[in-house]
């Protein structure tokens, strides 16, 4: 199965609640253009789903636009900065399905892209997951190790 994590492009750094970040206009273009290069790479999702946080909503709306896509991402809870990451993988591991992209946030996502790759979350993930960062991973169990970075795409 090959599924993909993805970082929220650039947010404004406060707001009264974290869950009202919204993107700033770079971190709009930066979703639009990984959009686009995923489309272009030929990774075109089947679902979506976004944390609960506006930022990551408006990323996975402007990654969809920028697809061409009429799929509407799917709001889930359990996959934000505070969350657990071990957690969160158990979350996405129960929404994920072939195509799958998952919109969310750091820390938790190099944690899990780390635990599945190279079966340890503190490692370095390269490349950086700076805002807009899509890791496409290829996987047939959400085990340590299991799977292997097919790609990443960075505005």
């Not at 990984?34 to 979506?48: E, F, R």
């Not at 195509?99 to 190099?110: C, K, N």
């Amino acid at each position: 199965m090959n599924i993909i994590l993805m970082r929220h492009g650039e947010a404004v750094p406060f707001a009264v609640n974290d869950g009202d970040r919204e993107l700033t206009p770079k971190g709009k273009s930066e979703a639009s253009r990984t959009g686009t290069q995923l489309k272009n790479g030929g990774w075109i999702p089947k679902s979506v789903f976004c944390s609960t946080r506006i930022r990551a909503q408006q990323t996975a709306a402007l990654v969809l636009e920028s697809l061409g896509s009429d799929l509407e991402p799917e709001i889930i809870d359990g996959i934000t900065p505070e969350d657990d990451w071990s957690a969160a993988m158990a979350v996405i591991e129960s929404h994920a399905s072939d195509g799958s992209l998952f919109v969310f946030h750091q820390p938790i996502l190099t944690d899990i892209v780390g635990y599945l790759t190279e079966g340890r979350a503190d490692i370095d993930v390269q490349p950086r997951a700076v805002p807009a960062t899509a890791y496409l991973l290829n996987l047939s169990a959400f085990l340590p190790g299991a799977a292997t970075l097919v790609g990443a795409y960075q505005p």
